[in-house]
């Protein structure tokens, strides 16, 4: 069944379409949602939420987009929207970082003995304001102006975050002895 039918059948409340769309797509989505949730239990309550919410509003899906995109996007604004209701204010920066200009190098290289567990590892260890938009621009590929949509911050607060996070980064992988 080609991708665009399974979804025409999703559209049409069809059980076992949406069961197989489910099926195609929930083990990445929980990789994903593990990335921004702490348990296991919130990340598959998060993928279970987010397909819900796909199936109730599949009537606005375009196929302008890869569908998969478009599910990673929901998986990770829902997982985004869970750890600001845990938290009062996610991100609590003073009002002079808000309006810093930072100035990136864009290298993102590190040396060959750092393995991908060590990065991610490290990321884990990011303070949460930081930690987010280095996982949305280096792990999902979004740009500023997607992160800053999805955050609800600003550009320059995105810039600000991943210059931060990337100095924070460089300094736990040199407390592994690899940078």
């Known amino acids: 069944m080609f991708q665009t039918e399974l979804i025409e059948k999703c559209r049409n409340n069809d059980r076992r379409a949406q069961l197989k769309l489910y099926r195609q797509y929930c083990s990445a989505m929980f990789c994903v949602a593990k990335r921004y949730l702490a348990s296991r239990e919130d990340a598959e309550d998060a993928v279970q939420e987010s397909f819900i919410k796909v199936f109730k509003n599949l009537h606005q899906y375009r196929e302008e987009v890869a569908f998969g ?3 990673k996007r929901i998986v990770i604004n829902h997982c985004l929207d869970r750890v600001k209701k845990e938290k009062e204010k ?3 920066l003073e009002e002079k970082y808000l309006n810093a200009v930072v ?3 864009g290298s993102w290289q590190v040396e060959d003995s750092v393995t991908p567990k060590m990065v991610v590892r490290a990321i884990e260890q990011l303070p949460e304001s ?3 938009v280095v996982m949305l621009f280096l792990l999902e590929g979004y740009d500023h102006e997607e992160i800053a949509q999805i955050m609800g911050i600003t550009e320059v607060n995105s810039r600000t975050l991943l210059f931060r996070g990337k100095q924070k980064l ?4 040199r407390e592994y002895k690899v940078v």
């Open 103 to 105: 100035e990136e190098n």
């Open 90 to 92: 996610l991100l609590a």
């Open 69 to 71: 995109a478009w599910l």
């Open 170 to 173: 460089r300094e736990i992988l």
């Open 130 to 132: 930081s930690r987010y």
